[in-house]
């Protein structure tokens, strides 16, 4: 086409139909590079969305995985209406379950957690029947001695540190009867315990601890464990999950003389004799449990 022989108003006309065809296209274009971008921009947050689900969720994370992806259940206000509708604590024991809204408090640094041994009795070691022995720890990094009544003061206060960083607090030991070996295959009932005390003084005052178990127990296998608690006896909260426990567990027998003892200790075909296993079992299930409160020995 000779556009110089055209008239000037169709000139104008086609110039202006140009210019309409060409915002139309470029509006198109944009258009398209706006829904284009928009998806790109969808898809990327859904990824982003993902992978950081994925890294608070699901990732490990100090001890592992939480909760398997799942969300988890956190509450905004940090507690202050988390026990709304259920039964309180209030500064008791109470075996049906109860809900407590006592803040976790003062958590103190890594280089300060407490961790116990227990020096006696010994593994493996065989103690005299319905005799009276003594229960020896060494706790390090807990000032011990610091113990609420646990009848009215349950849970009631938050954990506290003292001025070198240690948790303030105090342990207990519980002795639970594992039946006719130290190697059953099934955890003991969490319920049950042949001896329980809270020691509620401070000790020589380096963490050295000791238990009097008055009369001792009846003959069979026994597993003996420490709970580190604050003032309160709530568990001692730390500060990491990737660490050493705070407490200690070791097995011994009681009654079943040196033989036995012996046999506990190195020979696995003396704790598979099931005649002698079966008449342990037999006292013990036979014989009447000593149930022993927060304060008694």
Known sequence: MHFAKLPIAVLISVGLAGLSTASVLEARELSGFDF????????????????NGGKQNGGQQNGGQ????????????????FCNGKTPTGGKQIKTGSCSDTVMGNIPSN????STIILSPQPGQDIKANQTFTISLQVNNLQAGSFSDAET????????????????????????????????SNAPDATTFDFFKGINDAGNGKGGLQVV????????????CTMASATTHQPVIMPVAQRG?????TKFTVGQGDAQ???????????????????????????????????QA
């Open 36 to 51: 284009a971008l928009e998806e790109r921009q969808q898809k990327g947050n859904k990824g982003k969305a993902n992978q």
């Open 66 to 81: 939480q909760n398997d992806g799942q969300q988890n259940n956190t509450n905004s206000d940090s507690g202050a209406n």
């Open 111 to 114: 280089k300060k957690m407490p």
């Open 153 to 184: 003061q349950y849970y009631t206060q938050p954990q506290d540190l003292n001025g070198q960083g240690e948790i303030i607090g105090h342990t207990h030991v519980t002795v639970q009867n594992l039946g006719g070996s130290l190697t059953p």
């Open 213 to 224: 178990v008055t009369g001792g127990l009846p003959p069979g296998f026994y597993r003996l």
């Open 245 to 249: 426990t705070q407490d200690d567990c």
């Open 261 to 295: 003892n012996g046999g506990q200790q190195g020979n696995g075909g003396q704790q598979g004799n099931g005649g002698q296993q079966g008449k342990n079992q037999g006292k013990n299930q036979g014989g009447k449990k000593k149930q022993a409160r927060e304060f």
